[in-house]
């Protein structure tokens, strides 16, 4: 995974997208850096590690950016629902 260029397209794409706020781009920011630890272009994990990584206190917040990126096309966002059980994110597929 080149996250350089997976950085480079999102802002471009954002650039032209009035939508997308500070949020959404922090929480960008979280996924695109936990992937790349992860050595994966998917991710299992709990909205509480990203909350901490993308630096939001507010799960209110962080879900709302979070169901809006993957509305938008940014990312693919699977929610588990369930307590004990990771959601699943990955980054959208070029076009």
């Given at each position: 995974m080149?996250?350089?260029s997976?950085?480079?397209?999102?802002?471009?794409?954002?650039?032209?997208?009035?939508?997308?706020?500070?949020?959404h781009i922090?929480?960008?920011?979280?996924i695109?850096?936990?992937?790349r630890?992860?050595?994966t272009?998917?991710?299992?994990?709990?909205?509480?590690?990203l909350?901490?990584?993308?630096?939001?206190?507010?799960?209110?917040?962080?879900?709302?950016a979070?169901?809006?990126?993957?509305?938008?096309?940014?990312?693919?966002?699977?929610?588990?629902?369930?307590?004990?059980?990771?959601?699943?994110?990955?980054?959208?597929?070029?076009?």
């Open positions: 080149d996250v350089a997976l950085l480079d397209r999102f802002f471009k794409e954002i650039s032209v997208d009035a939508r997308v706020t500070m949020t922090s929480v960008y920011a979280a695109l850096q936990s992937l630890k992860a050595g272009n998917d991710l299992s994990m709990f909205s509480f590690e909350m901490q990584v993308a630096k939001i206190s507010s799960g209110k917040t962080y879900y709302k979070v169901r809006e990126l993957n509305e938008f096309g940014y990312i693919h966002y699977e929610p588990s629902f369930k307590k004990n059980q990771p959601s699943r994110i990955s980054l959208s597929k070029p076009d």
